[in-house]
C-alpha cells in the first residue's frame, strides 16, 4: 500500500509547521527547500556537545501511513551513510535505531525483523508515542545534543 | 491563572515576597508554551526567578500532556541543557527567554 504523492506533501507540509518552530528554538537548520511531490524531502541540521553539526535527510515517502526515511548526509547531500556522518549515540549499522525510522526495520535492511511498519508511531522500548515529524526531532535533538563526537 | 506556587503574585514583574517574576515562553514538539498559548492551558509560564527549572519540566508536561515518566525530558536554553535542580535565576532567565522542552524516547 502507498500514500498517495499529494497527500504525503500536505501532511508532510502542515507538519513542517510545528517542525520549524521546534528548529528554530532548538537552533537547528530546517532546509525544506526541495521538498516537493515528487521528492517529499526535507534536511535538519544538528549539532552535539563538540559543536560538530550533522546533516539528517528526512524522506517522507508514504507518509503518515509508513515512517520517514531517515539518513545523515553530507553538506552537500552527496555522500550517506557513512560513520562519519554519524553521531555517536545511535545505532552502529549506522541506523537511528527507532520505530519512527524506516531504515531501522529488517524488510529495508535494517536490524529490526521484530517491529511491523504499521507500528511505527509507538513507543521505542520505554518512552513517549513519537508520533510526528516534531516529536522525530526533538528525540534525536535531545540525544545529538547531549552526545559527543562522531560515530566514525 | 499564572503558575501561583511559584509567582507569588503582585504587580510589576514581584511576588508577594517581593521576589521578582519572569514570563517565559517554552517551545516543545506540541507547540508553544506562553501567556497567550495555547489558549486552553489552565497553567502560564510565570515563576519567580528562584523557581527551579524541574518546576518548568513539571508543568509544561502537563500542559501537553507529556504523561510518560519514563521518558527523558530537558529544557535547553539555545544549546545549554539545563539542570533540573538550578534556579531560573541560575541562567539569568529573564522575562521573554525562549526555553526549549526536548522529548527523548526509548534506544533500541
Redesign the interface.
Known amino acids: 500500500m502507498t500514500v498517495p504523492n499529494f497527500v504525503t506533501l500536505e501532511q508532510v507540509r502542515a507538519e513542517l509547521a510545528d517542525v520549524a518552530s521546534y528548529a528554530a528554538a532548538a537552533g537547528l537548520g530546517l532546509d525544506a527547500s526541495m521538498l516537493s511531490e515528487a521528492n517529499p524531502l526535507f534536511y535538519l541540521t544538528f549539532s552535539n556537545r563538540d559543536d560538530i553539526e550533522f546533516v539528517a535527510e528526512f524522506d517522507c515517502r508514504d507518509y503518515p501511513l509508513n515512517p520517514p526515511m531517515i539518513e545523515f548526509v553530507d553538506a552537500a547531500h552527496t555522500r550517506r551513510a557513512t560513520p562519519n556522518l554519524y553521531p555517536s549515540c545511535f545505532h552502529p549499522l549506522p541506523c537511528v535505531c527507532a520505530r519512527y525510522n524506516r531504515k531501522a526495520y529488517k524488510t529495508l535492511g535494517g536490524p529490526h525483523d521484530d517491529w511491523r511498519l504499521i507500528d511505527w508511531q509507538l513507543p521505542t522500548q520505554a518512552g513517549p508515542k513519537i508520533d510526528s515529524l516534531a516529536m522525530i526531532v526533538s528525540d534525536m535533538h535531545s540525544k545529538i545534543a547531549s552526545s559527543t563526537g562522531r560515530m566514525g | 491563572m499564572s503558575n501561583d506556587k511559584n509567582s507569588g503574585g503582585g504587580p510589576g514583574g514581584f511576588g508577594s515576597g517581593g521576589q521578582p517574576k519572569v514570563q517565559i515562553k517554552v ?6 508554551w506562553s501567556m497567550d498559548d495555547p489558549k486552553e492551558a489552565t497553567l502560564r509560564p510565570e515563576y519567580a526567578i528562584a523557581a527551579k527549572v524541574q518546576d518548568v519540566i513539571d508543568d509544561v508536561r502537563n500542559v501537553f500532556k ?1 504523561v ?1 515518566n ?3 525530558y ?1 529544557l ?1 536554553l ?2 545549554t ?1 539545563l539542570e533540573p535542580q538550578r534556579t531560573l535565576a541560575s541562567y539569568q532567565i529573564k522575562t521573554d527567554t ?11
Open positions: 517551545q516543545t514538539p506540541r507547540g508553544l507529556f510518560e519514563d521518558s527523558k530537558t535547553f539555545g544549546r541543557e525562549l526555553l526549549v522542552l526536548s522529548v527523548q524516547g526509548g534506544n533500541a
